[in-house]
Structure formats: structure tokens, C-alpha cells
């Protein structure tokens, strides 16, 4: 353990006390231990927030997209958010997500206010029924 004096951790300048930018540097080197596991509890603390944020934020894009195509499934009616799926007409959803990743909710959001007609609702039922009509999912009939 490396033994170096402790600075004064204010300075007297004239009328006012000032941190000593000495004791910062006294503190970092004796105390790398309590730095090194502060930062990395911070950052795992931080790493939960962020993802919280990311999840939060993807949810509210998926309720607004789910929101401005109308609420419901197109073919059956269902309004249960948690089975309603964001369905791009054309196909393809799965590569689109793969190029944009949760930027993909963005996308749409957008292209939805320009006026694109490219997307529409579907409740997880009918969204495999579409599939199998399209021949990209195996049926057990
Ligand atoms: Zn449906």
C-alpha cells in the first residue's frame, strides 16, 4: 500500500475556502479499491436504468403506432393490446427489424403520419393465419 500524504482538502484563498484539487487526486490513488466497485455498482446501477429507458420507450412507440392504426385487429376485431401485433402489409417485418432494431419503431411511427398505408393490425392469431395463407409458416391441416 502506497503510503502518500493526506493534502488539506480545502484551500484558503483570500475570504473563501476552495476544494483542493490535490485531495481529489490524494483521494483516487488511496482509495482505488472503494472507486473501482463504486464505478462498477454505478454502472450496473446505470445499465438497469438505460434498459428500463429503452423498454419504456419502445412501449410507448408500440402504443402510439397501435393507437393511430386503430386499436384493433383488422380481421377479427380483437383490442387486447397485448395480443396486437404491428403487421407490414407487404411482409417482410422480420428483415426490416433485423436492419433497424428498435429504430424500427420510429420508422413506422413516421411513415404511418406520412400517410403510408404499409401497416396494419393484427392480433397474433390472425397473423399466423396470414402466414400459413402465405405459405412462410407450415399449417398441421
Ligand atoms: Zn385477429
Given at each position: 500500500?502506497?503510503?502518500?500524504?493526506?493534502?488539506?482538502?480545502?484551500?484558503?484563498?483570500?475570504?473563501?475556502?476552495?476544494?483542493?484539487?490535490?485531495?481529489?487526486?490524494?483521494?483516487?490513488?488511496?482509495?482505488?479499491?472503494?472507486?473501482?466497485?463504486?464505478?462498477?455498482?454505478?454502472?450496473?446501477?446505470?445499465?438497469?436504468?438505460?434498459?428500463?429507458?429503452?423498454?419504456?420507450?419502445?412501449?410507448?412507440?408500440?402504443?402510439?403506432?397501435?393507437?393511430?392504426?386503430?386499436?384493433?385487429c383488422?380481421k377479427c376485431?380483437?383490442?387486447?393490446?397485448?395480443?396486437?401485433?404491428?403487421?407490414?402489409?407487404?411482409?417482410?417485418?422480420?428483415?426490416?427489424?433485423?436492419?433497424?432494431?428498435?429504430?424500427?419503431?420510429?420508422?413506422?411511427?413516421?411513415?404511418?403520419?406520412?400517410?403510408?398505408?404499409?401497416?396494419?393490425?393484427l392480433c397474433?392469431n390472425c397473423n399466423?393465419k396470414?402466414?400459413?395463407?402465405?405459405?412462410?409458416?407450415?399449417?398441421?391441416?
Amino acid at each position: 500500500m502506497q503510503k502518500i500524504p493526506k493534502p488539506k482538502s480545502w484551500l484558503k484563498i483570500g475570504d473563501h475556502l476552495v476544494r483542493n484539487p490535490e485531495y481529489g487526486k490524494w483521494y483516487r490513488l488511496t482509495h482505488r479499491k472503494q472507486m473501482d466497485s463504486y464505478q462498477k455498482s454505478y454502472r450496473q446501477r446505470n445499465r438497469t436504468r438505460i434498459e428500463q429507458y429503452k423498454k419504456n420507450w419502445r412501449k410507448s412507440k408500440r402504443e402510439e403506432i397501435i393507437s393511430l392504426l386503430g386499436s384493433k385487429c383488422i380481421k377479427c376485431g380483437n383490442s387486447e393490446k397485448e395480443v396486437l401485433q404491428i403487421d407490414h402489409i407487404k411482409g417482410g417485418g422480420t428483415k426490416l427489424f433485423k436492419k433497424y432494431g428498435t429504430e424500427l419503431y420510429s420508422k413506422i411511427l413516421r411513415e404511418i403520419k406520412n400517410g403510408s398505408k404499409d401497416y396494419q393490425l393484427l392480433c397474433g392469431n390472425c397473423n399466423i393465419k396470414k402466414a400459413i395463407e402465405r405459405g412462410e409458416r407450415s399449417s398441421w391441416n
